[in-house]
């Protein structure tokens, strides 16, 4: 990469899964901003930056090695750029080309969930996670339908997408999972920047509940300071056996209930038009539940990402269980249910029994 005649060069693109043509404008900001962060702390780990608890990007860093981006290409969601300095007319440095360099190796390693490439590339620890931290902001909504896709002049393109976001969680979990830790959804309160320490509002219980992080973790507080929020780490129960406080906060994310995008049953029986399922939050406030009654179809987790598991799992077995299935061996409502889920498909009639 580093004898490219370009190696400022990148470009970056949305996929809709739908081949829709419109794209939210928050999620090309979400995956720019997100690049533009990596490749800063791409460059603080070429120039040997030391880092300790609170990563601070320099003016010198953000002024060398700012992303640029020309106007979209017509009919398209790819962006062409470039990283530079913002000074004009300055003949890209060989630092620029290492940079790139490893914004991409470590990406493809974080793909592979390759930890021995990702510690040789980047050796301090905390900027590793934190790089790992700006590729994971930068995936889409787990079942929104979108992905994206950046590359530079040569080599393979890096896609953002929810495996990527199952690699990360591959390498950041730790060797032994405690049962312990899991996601809590709780209306924020209070924010105690000084004392890394935040409240929230536990509603099956009307109890307020602390929660202790990590000052890396403010940028995502700063991002996702609404009323809901999720927040993950080791929880703390009462004797009631609901949560008391929350400790080693590993997460902190706004609560997202965007609808998600289906375009297959699974991989081999895809959708003739994508189904667009809207989720929305029980009534303890915990769980995120998707339904479509036409399907037979209910399904709840923590998590998004959880929930797009959940339905993928659902979805399968609806249409392995259902749709595969002769009439001989169905009853009537199960052959509705049959129906109403071959409609939907886009494999002819004579592929089902």
């Known amino acids: 990469m580093s004898g490219s005649p370009h190696p400022d060069f990148i470009e ?27 490749i800063h702390f791409g460059a ?40 530079g300095d913002l000074r004009p007319n300055l003949v890209p440095t060989g630092d620029v080309s290492r940079v790139m360099e490893l914004v991409h190796g470590f990406s493809h390693a974080t793909l592979k969930a390759d930890e021995g490439e990702l510690l040789r590339l980047v050796p301090d620890g905390r900027l590793r996670v934190r790089m ?46 405690r049962q312990s830790i899991r996601t809590i959804t709780g209306q924020l309160e209070a924010i105690a920047f000084s004392e890394h320490r935040l409240s929230i509002l536990y509603v099956p219980k009307g109890r307020t509940l602390e929660c ?26 009462a004797e009631d056996g609901h949560p008391r406080k929350i400790v080693e906060v590993s997460r902190i994310e706004e609560l997202d209930l965007s609808p998600f995008v289906i375009t297959e049953f699974e991989p081999g029986a895809p959708l003739a038009e994508p189904l667009r399922l809207d989720p929305f939050l029980g009534d303890d406030q915990q769980l995120i539940h998707l339904q479509e009654p036409s399907l037979d179809l209910d399904v709840f987790a923590s998590t998004r990402g959880e929930l797009l598991q959940e339905l993928r799992g659902q979805l399968g077995m609806l249409w392995n269980e259902y749709a595969q299935e002769s009439d001989a061996g169905l009853s009537a409502p199960a052959q509705q249910l049959k129906r109403a889920l071959l409609a939907l498909a886009k494999i002819p009639d004579h592929a089902t029994r």
């Open 12 to 38: 970056f693109s949305i996929l809709p899964e739908d081949g829709g043509h419109e794209v939210p404008v928050a999620l090309l900001l979400q995956g720019l901003q997100g690049l533009q962060q990596l």
């Open 44 to 83: 603080l780990s070429i120039e040997n930056r030391t880092i300790r608890q609170r990563v601070r990007i320099s003016g010198e860093i953000q002024q060398r090695y700012t992303l640029h981006c020309r106007p979209p290409e017509p009919g398209s969601f790819k962006v062409a750029g470039r990283v």
């Open 132 to 177: 790992l931290d700006c590729l994971r902001g930068m995936v889409p909504p787990p079942g929104a339908g979108y992905a994206y896709e950046f590359r530079n002049c040569v080599g393979a393109p890096v896609r953002i997408d929810e495996v990527m976001s199952a690699r990360i969680e591959s390498v950041l979990r730790p060797q032994a999972p």
């Open 212 to 237: 202790l992080y990590d000052e890396s973790l403010e940028p995502m507080l700063f991002e996702n300071r609404r009323d809901l929020i999720q927040v993950t780490g080791r929880v703390v129960d």
